[in-house]
């Protein structure tokens, strides 16, 4: 059974039961992933080239990043208007279900001394948040052509109302989470 169908015919209706929902549409759903990576500080030290950290983003979600540039100057970062600073990936569908069961299964047991993800990164509306200090955990990234290690961001956004029924979702989708 894919992530996908386990997902769409055993957490949401055991959610919904455990919530009291009865309206198959407010119950909690994954809306997107977004991956950020910023590269301000790697393109300020000099570095015009940054196709393999682009590269490196593309093969772990699946799709090719989006470039965002600087609106602003600012001198004391040595920040000039329209400079590169930063690379995120929106995933929604398949590429998402596929990063999420990717992510679970085979990227976090890869970390070194691996205890779970810190739970404090829910805010209000729902959305979990977490970073990844080194992209090399992927098994996408080959360690003989690495060049640069860098780390990202991770943000599940949900249809969750309350931090609550996010946490309970989540845990039911069995992210590793430690025990605080």
Known sequence: MSFKENYTQKILPELAKELGIENPMQIPRIEKIVINMGIGSY???????????????????????????????????????????????????????????????????RVRDFRGISSRGFDQAGNFNFGIKEHTIFPEIKDEELKDVFGFAITIVTTAKTKKEATRFFELLQIPFKRD
């Open 43 to 109: 393109v300020a030290s000099g570095h015009k080239d940054f196709s393999s950290l682009k590269n490196d983003l593309a093969l772990i979600a699946g799709q090719l990043p989006r470039i965002n540039h600087a609106r602003l100057s600012i001198s004391n970062f040595k920040l000039r208007e329209g400079m590169p600073v930063g690379m995120m990936a929106t995933l929604r569908g398949d590429r998402m279900y596929d990063f999420l069961e990717k992510l679970i299964g085979i990227v976090l047991p």
